[in-house]
């Protein structure tokens, strides 16, 4: 990728109700530690995205995709000094569970097994979901969706672990969060908030992340940008928001926002009002990828991975090119 420049895109298109949409591409960024209420399925166009999952690092680069479930702790960076480019959609957990009921047999909450997925199809459909969105074509929109989401779970999909409250501590850890919910604004210290609850500092500590895998600190910024970016959804001017969840000024909001969101909130908020586009149109020219038609959905093999000579699968059959818009 040439140049240093990094921009980004976060929209939402009123067709596709219960679902975000990136296109980025970013050189320096790093994402903290944060969660997501919908689930995250990033296509990586070009480079390497390195994101802490699982207690591990993963790296999904160009051809595979970055799958994160709802409210799992995850970070994200560069995995090279060239930065990395992805198109993203993020549909809620009603969306994903429709299409599961649908099209798969998983039983229970739908979800991804594994973080990472070489599949150069899937990641076409997502480049495409997000050309179709830009060019306001619904129909295509929902169906590419549809196909990518179906594919994703039969690849890599099944029923989420029901969480279980067994660990030491865990009650303690539900009433902290709680607690940091109702005073987003004004929270507690560690120490009163453990006194509160019968507790010590450090264990409060220790059982919070354990159930929540960040400390109060961490989810307590996320929680605010969580709710920052509804007050934004709903008209909220971003220097109000921010004071109302709690941050000291918009300029403190910017720089979590900015780290969590990957945009800042004010370019965030245009977007939902309809606002011009600041990262290129699905028209721009881009890198042509080979991508087999949408309507061989029931074929589920995955083609061969980096570095084999893997016999791609027979939905890659009749394959046509696509255009991933420069970022």
């Keep these: 990728m040439a140049g240093s420049t990094e921009r980004a895109r976060h929209w939402h298109y009123e067709e596709l109700p219960g679902v975000d949409l990136l296109r980025a591409r970013y050189v320096q960024k790093k994402f903290v530690r944060h969660t997501h209420e919908n689930f995250v399925i990033a296509a990586i166009a070009d480079g390497v995205d390195v994101f802490h999952h699982g207690g591990a690092d993963q790296y999904a680069g160009p051809g595979m995709l970055a799958l994160?479930?709802?409210?799992?702790?995850?970070?994200?960076?560069?995995?090279?000094?060239?930065?990395?480019?992805?198109?993203a959609v993020y549909p809620s957990p009603d969306v994903v569970a429709e299409i599961a009921a649908e099209t798969t047999v998983i039983r229970g909450t739908?979800?991804?097994?594994s973080p990472v997925l070489y599949d150069p199809y899937a990641v076409g459909l997502v480049h495409q979901v997000l050309r179709a969105?830009?060019?306001?074509?619904?129909?295509?929109?929902?169906?590419?969706?549809?196909?990518?989401?179906?594919?994703l779970l039969r690849l890599n999909g099944g029923?989420?672990?029901?969480?279980?409250?067994?660990?030491?501590?865990s009650s303690a850890a539900a009433r902290a969060r709680a607690v940091l919910q109702e005073r987003m604004a004004d929270p507690p210290t560690l120490e009163r908030l453990a006194a509160d609850l019968g507790t010590s500092p450090f264990a409060l500590l220790r059982a919070f992340r354990t159930a929540y895998g960040m400390p109060p600190h961490a989810w307590l910024t996320?929680?605010?940008?969580r709710r920052a970016r509804a007050l934004l959804d709903a008209g909220t001017a971003p220097a109000e928001a921010?004071?109302?969840?709690g941050f000291t000024d918009q300029p403190h909001?910017?720089?979590?926002?900015?780290?969590?969101?990957?945009v800042p909130p004010g370019a965030y908020q245009r977007e939902r009002r309809g606002g011009p586009a600041t990262c290129g149109d699905a028209t721009t020219a881009g890198d042509t990828r080979a991508v087999a038609n949408t309507t061989a959905?029931?074929?589920t093999r995955a083609t061969g991975a980096p570095g084999t000579t893997g016999r791609p699968g027979a939905a890659d059959a009749g394959a046509r090119t696509y255009k991933i818009p420069k970022c």
Excluded at 68 to 87: I, L, Q, S
Excluded at 222 to 225: H, L, N, T
Excluded at 253 to 260: C, E, G, K, P
């Design 297 to 299: 959905v029931g074929n």
């Design 222 to 225: 996320d929680a605010r940008v």
């Design 110 to 113: 739908p979800g991804f097994t």
């Design 68 to 87: 994160v479930n709802p409210d799992t702790p995850h970070t994200g960076r560069a995995g090279g000094p060239e930065g990395w480019r992805y198109g």
């Design 253 to 262: 909001l910017n720089r979590h926002f900015s780290r969590i969101v990957g």
């Design 242 to 245: 921010a004071v109302a969840v």
């Design 133 to 151: 969105a830009d060019e306001g074509n619904a129909l295509a929109a929902d169906t590419l969706l549809r196909v990518a989401v179906t594919r």
């Design 159 to 169: 029923p989420l672990p029901r969480r279980t409250a067994r660990a030491a501590g």
